[in-house]
């Protein structure tokens, strides 16, 4: 059960160094927006910002197949729109309108996409974790080749329902992968605070589970790591753990005054570390785009940015009938 | 001296068992821990070691009896050189006992106040759920759930069963008993004793598309999934605007069997019933049990299924159909009245049901309604039935704060105000955890009696 760190970088083209900059581009401009109408009061209740954590769905996504899934916690629009879902009708569930995913019911934590093949969007921290083997579960009782991409946090590696998942995932040779995304803090519980063995992808070792860790701020490390997760989980090995060393540059949510970290060492992440930026410099650098041609990219992703605010707005609230449907079919 | 080798209690529920088998004969000898006999319990069929040496003077019980009752003698045990020349007493032995001895002695304690009616009970001209004439056949509440699941798992390779020692073990309480044979590891799938996770991995395989029966070994161990089983299963079709549920069944004991004190002994209908999004029903008679069950695997929302351990090995009437269901939502008139309703469910019912025959002899003639589905609740029969009578009186095993009679009780007080002659009275368990010695675990259960005394106080008797 060997776990060790992938560096490993793959061979990658222009073409597909490009699209993971627009995507994470569209992540980052898409949060920014979000936090702005939740200041204007368009969003209410609990919203988790994804920013700086781009590159882990980017990355992923850039290895699964239609057909897979993927899970995730409460902060979760980064998912959606890797996933492919509709920024407009993901900013519009953000706003509580009836052109949301969830028609207004669900909120920034609940959001599902049977077409796109995502399952949530789930409040309750580590509860998600079972869940995605569950659709490991039917895609192995179906005999199908899919995978589900499991996502979760370093808080929620805490729970105890994530370690009954890893035994029965590795009894049942689950083709579920389990995404740890160690963003550094529960909250506002910094992780050697929390956590008595920091290495949180040794933690399937007593199941069984194969596990390493990979830089989150690399986008093409990522994309690598996922292969090999995706291939070993494809091909009936069982299950896979990847712990995904991120960080958020925002609060845990937007009413987070975020005490327990300094200014500084926010600001070293984002100047050093960003994966935005990174990829921008190897475009830049390998001559793989100039300038002008990220300027058009920035500008596209803008506008589909606006149009989703836009659509967001405008949208109507539900019906009030909405109240009474939904409950049971 | 002799020894008398007893009927052992093989389990909390278990009154009388079958002996089926000798494995010594008389004049053997026998050491401590020898396997001396096979007992068939209505669970599952045990091993019955010695637990002294000596020889086997006398088997009292012969092999093949069935309903021999806890505790009386089924053989003697003589010590080497001794002779057994007076045949003892046989106390508390079944009538029909195979080794023809005379019985003598006194009848088992009896404690309760009520003459004891007859419990297998047919509904008294009410509507059935099948058609007039269809042939019946008398079926355990056990084997009902087991052929509706089976019935269902024939009709649709989607459905599964999971939970702890369903499989190989066949169900610890045999409901599941013959399954793996038919269906295989596939589709009745052991679990580890880890409610909160599989739980959470059946809802999961039910978003997939799949639809599981998630076996609780009890529905007090399901408290340890119950995030799972309200915040994903029952709420996630709402979360999504409709987009996708959890058509599953969650389904296992619920409520008290005997003298296992308070961390296995709880009601949770009220509970489970307090939650939109989740569908629960509460059966009592066998063909409920199998119309319900089918009806919940088919249903595409959670449902909650509370089954009872005491009555799994009650036998009723059920209708023999090619595919019986009973709707979800629909309560059923058990025993039609015009004094007093009394609304029960589940185990409740056997109360309400003694105590509507008792009062019939008191000339107080009782309406019983079995409420059968307690999310959604059938409104319209209660309400009908109380209109009817003007008097009520709920009774159910749970506790009494929040209980469902005293929501029953604010539905008929906003809904039938006017047509009710008195206070609606809750008959409900003690606001007590369930205490483990018999004297004060017959006290903290709801009895006959205080249904018996509701009524008179609300008819004024």
Redesign the interface.
């Known amino acids: 059960m060997a776990a060790r760190k992938s560096s490993s970088k793959p061979n990658v083209s222009a073409e597909e160094l490009l699209k993971y900059y627009k995507e994470m581009l569209l992540i980052r401009r898409f949060e920014e927006k979000a936090g702005q109408l939740y200041g204007m009061g368009l969003i209410g209740g609990f919203c988790h910002l994804y920013i700086g954590q781009e590159a882990v769905v980017v990355g992923l996504e850039a290895t699964a197949k239609q057909g897979d899934k993927r899970i995730t916690s409460y902060r979760d629009h980064g998912h959606m729109l890797a996933a492919g879902m509709d920024p407009g009708g993901v900013m519009a569930e953000l706003t509580g309108r009836m052109g949301g995913y969830s028609k207004g019911k669900g909120g920034s934590m609940h959001m599902f996409s049977k077409d796109k093949h995502f399952y949530g969007g789930h409040g309750i921290v580590g509860a998600q974790v079972p869940l995605g083997a569950g659709l490991a579960f039917a895609d192995r009782y179906q005999e199908n080749a899919r995978v589900t991409f499991t996502y979760f946090g370093d808080g929620a590696a805490n729970q105890g329902q994530v370690y009954e998942t890893f035994n029965m995932a590795a009894l049942w040779q689950l083709p579920v992968i389990f995404v740890i995304e160690n963003n550094q803090y529960a909250m506002g519980t910094a992780q050697n605070r929390s956590t008595s063995t920091p290495d949180l992808y040794t933690r399937g070792e007593a199941f069984g589970i194969r596990g390493e860790t990979v830089d989150g701020m690399d986008v093409l490390a990522v994309k690598d790591a996922g292969d090999k997760a995706v291939k070993h989980c494809r091909s009936g090995k069982g299950p896979y753990i990847l712990e995904i060393k991120t960080y958020r540059y925002r609060g845990h949510s937007m009413s987070d005054p975020a005490k327990y970290r300094t200014r500084e060492e926010v600001q070293k992440m984002r100047e050093e570390r960003d994966p935005i930026e990174q990829v921008r410099s190897i475009l830049l650098t390998k001559n793989y785009a100039i300038e002008d041609d990220l300027k058009a990219i920035d500008k596209e992703v803008k506008s589909v940015v606006n149009a989703a605010a836009e659509f967001s707005k405008e949208s109507p609230e539900p019906n009030v009938e909405e109240l009474w449907t939904d409950v049971c079919i | 001296m002799a020894t008398e080798i007893l009927m052992p209690a093989l389990s909390p529920t278990m009154e009388e068992g079958k002996l089926s088998k000798w494995l010594v004969k008389e004049g053997d000898t026998v050491s401590s821990g020898d396997i001396i006999a096979e007992i068939e319990t209505d669970k599952a069929t045990m091993e019955f070691e010695a637990v002294d040496e000596g020889i086997i003077a006398k088997i009292v019980v012969a092999e093949g009896t069935e309903n021999v009752r806890v505790n009386a003698p089924i053989a003697i045990l003589v010590e080497e050189g001794e002779r057994v020349t007076v045949v003892p007493t046989v106390v508390n032995a079944p009538v029909g006992l195979a080794s023809g001895l005379q019985l003598s002695g006194p009848t088992p304690v009896a404690t309760k106040v009520m003459p004891a009616p007859a419990l297998e009970l047919v509904p008294t001209s009410v509507e059935l759920d099948w058609p007039e004439g269809t042939e019946l056949r008398h079926q355990t509440v056990r084997e009902a759930l087991r052929d509706a699941m089976s019935e269902e798992m024939r009709r649709d390779d989607s459905v599964?069963l999971m939970g702890e020692e369903v499989g190989e073990y066949q169900g610890a309480y045999k409901i599941s008993q013959g399954m793996l044979d038919e269906f295989g590891s596939?589709r009745v799938i052991d679990?580890?004793i880890?409610e909160?996770?599989?739980?959470?991995?059946?809802?999961?395989?039910?978003?997939?598309?799949?639809r599981p029966i998630v076996e609780f070994m009890t529905f007090n161990f399901a408290m340890q999934a119950m995030?799972?089983i309200v915040?994903?299963a029952a709420k996630?079709?709402?979360?999504?605007?409709?987009?996708?549920?959890a058509p599953m069944v969650f389904r296992g004991p619920n409520g008290a069997a005997a003298r296992v004190a308070a961390q296995h002994s709880q009601d949770y209908a009220a509970w489970y019933a307090h939650v939109?999004?989740l569908?629960v029903v509460m059966p009592y008679a066998a063909s409920d049990a199998k119309g319900l069950m089918k009806s919940a695997i088919r249903d595409?929302?959670p449902v909650i299924f509370l089954e009872n351990e005491i009555l799994y090995g009650r036998s009723f009437d059920v209708p023999v159909m090619e595919d019986f269901t009973v709707p979800i939502g629909k309560a059923r008139v058990w025993r039609e009245g015009s004094d007093v309703t009394i609304l029960s469910f589940g185990i409740g019912m056997q109360f309400a049901i003694e105590a509507a025959e008792f009062l019939s002899a008191d000339g107080i003639d009782a309406e019983v309604v079995d409420l059968r589905s307690l999310r959604p609740i059938d409104y319209d029969t209660v309400l009908a039935s109380v209109c009817k009578t003007n008097r009520c009186v709920t009774v159910e095993e749970g506790f009494p704060v929040g209980s469902i009679g005293n929501h029953l009780s604010a539905v008929i007080m906003e809904r039938a105000f006017d047509y009710l002659d008195a206070p609606v009275i809750n008959c409900t368990g003690k606001d007590v955890p369930m205490p483990y010695a018999t004297n004060l675990e017959k006290l903290a259960l709801v009895t006959t009696d205080e249904v018996v005394a509701a009524v008179k106080s609300v008819t004024y008797r």
Do not use: E
């Not at chain 2, 959470?200 to 799949?210: D, N, T």
């Not at chain 2, 996630?236 to 549920?245: A, F, N, R, V």
């Open positions: 599964f596939k679990t580890p880890t909160h996770g599989f739980a959470g991995i059946a809802v999961g395989a039910a978003f997939g598309g799949l995030d799972q915040n994903s996630t079709l709402y979360m999504s605007g409709g987009q996708m549920g939109p999004g569908k595409p929302n």
